[in-house]
């Protein structure tokens, strides 16, 4: 009996929720080619309200390794894994809302989305563009004042681009 549950729910996700998901990344993608690009302006504002909220994360995620910790500092056998924790969090939350719809947060106020070949972006595509921009610590940024497309190394090795949106 529980197993013919599991079924139809499974059945009705697959049915509905991700025909409704997918048939929108779709059309997302044929518009997105239309979609005028992103100013420099608008990158970099979305990009410091991005930060502001993902050292938001920061802050809580350390909060609770300490309280894990019985509230005494990380020994230096413990503080690998709090620097590895600490940088999957920024790649979660990146890597996580890109992959959702295209938008982080900060992207979402200044009207900014992610376009790649084919929505929603591959994963090891979205990789390679938060780690070029990662270990460049922004000079990836600087093709973006030569280039007319506006696009950045990140976005070049990536093939992604950021595009204006009205949501």
Same mark, same amino acid.
């Given at each position: 009996?529980?197993?013919?549950?599991?079924?139809?729910?499974?059945? @009705?996700?697959?049915?509905? !929720? $991700?025909?409704?998901?997918?048939?929108?990344?779709?059309?997302?993608?044929?518009?997105?080619?239309?979609?005028?690009?992103?100013?420099?302006?608008?990158?970099?504002?979305?990009?410091?309200?991005?930060?502001?909220?993902?050292?938001?994360? $920061?802050? +809580? @995620?350390?909060?609770?390794?300490?309280?894990?910790?019985?509230?005494?500092?990380?020994?230096?056998?413990?503080?690998p894994f709090l620097n !590895?924790?600490? !940088?999957?969090? +920024?790649?979660?939350?990146?890597?996580?809302?890109?992959?959702?719809?295209?938008?982080?947060?900060?992207?979402?106020?200044?009207?900014?989305?992610?376009?790649?070949?084919?929505?929603?972006?591959?994963?090891?595509?979205?990789?390679?563009?938060?780690? +070029?921009? @990662?270990?460049?610590?922004?000079?990836?940024?600087?093709?973006? @004042?030569?280039?007319?497309?506006?696009?950045? $190394?990140?976005?070049?090795?990536?093939?992604?681009?950021?595009?204006?949106?009205?949501?």
């Open positions: 009996m529980i197993y013919n549950k599991y079924k139809v729910v499974s059945h @009705f996700y697959n049915k509905y !929720i $991700l025909n409704f998901m997918t048939k929108q990344t779709i059309d997302k993608t044929k518009k997105s080619n239309k979609l005028p690009i992103v100013t420099i302006k608008r990158r970099l504002g979305a990009m410091l309200y991005d930060w502001l909220l993902c050292l938001a994360c $920061l802050f +809580v @995620f350390t909060g609770i390794a300490v309280t894990l910790n019985k509230g005494n500092p990380m020994s230096p056998q413990q503080q !590895i924790g600490l !940088i999957g969090v +920024v790649i979660a939350y990146f890597i996580g809302f890109w992959r959702q719809g295209g938008q982080t947060p900060g992207m979402k106020v200044w009207k900014v989305m992610l376009v790649a070949d084919q929505m929603p972006a591959s994963a090891d595509k979205l990789f390679i563009r938060f780690m +070029v921009m @990662f270990i460049t610590f922004g000079v990836a940024l600087l093709p973006c @004042f030569f280039r007319p497309d506006k696009k950045g $190394l990140h976005d070049i090795l990536s093939k992604t681009s950021l595009r204006l949106v009205n949501n």
